[in-house]
């Protein structure tokens, strides 16, 4: 399936290869023996077609909201325009990871839906996603060794 980049493209290379095909809203124009197409008027020609940040890099999580979290967080004073699209790719293809073993393992129950315990076991099972969201009462941050007091 294309992206709507590529579907915008592919219009604009038809109309380009056959410029004797009439628009809807176009004119000719037969003046002086020359064939010329006049549309509307330049605001109309210049319209700009909004095209989402998540679509631009072809993820399913919300670009956008997720800059909007980070900068309401207050993680750090300046966001460089990549990152919120990296973390909803990773947040994406952890998801999808999520998922897909949940899936599975509610496939192997001969269940056909996903319930949160079919989440739980996959978690459980994997060992790298076991890592990631392990539950620990100590600090994330490394405890710094206190100087003697010599």
């Known amino acids: 399936m294309r992206s709507r980049d590529e579907h915008l493209v592919a219009i604009k290379a038809d109309v380009l290869r056959d410029p004797d095909q009439k628009r809807s809203g176009a004119e000719w124009n037969s003046s002086n023996g020359h064939s010329t197409l006049q549309t509307g008027t330049m605001e109309e020609n210049r319209q700009k077609i909004n095209i989402s940040r998540s679509t631009r890099a072809q993820l399913n999580f919300p670009v956008s909201r997720i800059e909007r979290f980070l900068r309401e967080g207050n993680f750090s004073q300046r966001l460089s325009a990549s990152a919120p699209v990296f973390l909803a790719g990773v947040l994406e293809y952890l998801t999808a990871n999520v998922l897909d073993l ?6 192997a129950r001969s269940r056909k839906r996903i319930i949160p315990e079919h989440v739980s076991w996959a978690d459980e099972s994997n060992k790298h996603l076991r890592k990631i969201f392990k539950v620990d009462s100590k ?12």
């Open 102 to 107: 949940s899936g599975k393992q509610a496939q």
């Open 139 to 150: 600090s994330s941050f490394a405890e710094t060794s206190k100087p003697d007091e010599n």
